[in-house]
């Protein structure tokens, strides 16, 4: 899974939003606003990180079974493919 190319994290204040840039802003308009674990889910995969890996980081970060992280991980990147933000690899 992997970051779809023209969409950036960005925080406004208190809030972290998802928004596209140059061409693709052109067919998706607005924006995605996240919650901490999804900015730091979001955060690893543009670190390059594999799903795997993610899942790995967020339960050490959070201190949450390797089981529980993987669903977040799952969860969040599936939102976020159904959403045409992140492409499978």
Request: glycine content about 8%.
């Amino acid at each position: 899974m992997k970051i779809k190319k023209g969409f950036v994290m960005q925080k406004i204040g208190d809030t972290t939003v998802v928004v596209s840039t140059g061409e693709l802003s052109r067919e998706f308009h607005g924006m995605i606003e996240l919650n901490q674990t999804a900015a730091d889910i979001w955060s690893y995969f543009a670190d390059g990180l594999s799903q795997e890996e993610a899942a790995k980081k967020l339960s050490e970060e959070y201190g949450i079974s390797l089981e529980k992280a993987q669903e977040d991980i799952a969860k969040i990147a599936n939102k976020m493919l159904q959403a045409g933000v992140f492409e499978d690899e």
